[in-house]
């Protein structure tokens, strides 16, 4: 059974910086493509980045330039490094998972985390 455990997410100010941590337990994580999804209040949950299993990155406009990912398999865990936070990215934050290549659809990914909060005071 593959498990997802998000950490990191906390009430900040507009500026601020966070990272949040997804560790993964169970199956074979080298070979995961690691997607971090948000949802805020009253929204859609939404792609924000994905890494692929080789490590290629891709993250949303209105992220880029402020977020990064990466990742680190000898810890099983992929990180999302948030700068410059804005009160509009406040939103539960998820982590997922699937095999091999990234995608941006969340029906593509097999496992998820149960989300940290990242709140965003201006």
């Known amino acids: 059974q593959v498990q997802l455990v998000e950490s990191g997410g906390e009430l900040v100010q507009a500026g601020d910086s966070l990272r949040l941590s997804c560790k993964v337990s169970?199956?074979?994580?080298?070979?995961?493509?690691m997607g971090w999804f948000r949802q805020a209040p009253g929204k859609e949950r939404e792609f924000v980045g994905g890494?692929?299993?080789?490590?290629?990155?891709n993250l949303v406009d209105s992220v880029k330039g402020r977020f990064a990912i990466s990742r680190d398999n000898a810890k099983n865990t992929v990180y999302l490094q948030m700068n410059s936070l804005k009160p509009e990215d406040t939103a539960v934050y998820y982590c997922?998972?699937?095999?091999?290549?990234?995608?941006?659809?969340?029906?593509?990914?097999?496992?998820w985390g149960q989300g940290t909060q990242v709140t965003v005071s201006s």
């Open positions: 997922a998972s699937k095999q091999f290549g990234g995608a941006t659809l969340m029906r593509k990914y097999d496992y």
């Open positions: 169970g199956g074979s994580f080298p070979i995961y493509a």
């Open positions: 890494i692929s299993w080789v490590g290629d990155t």
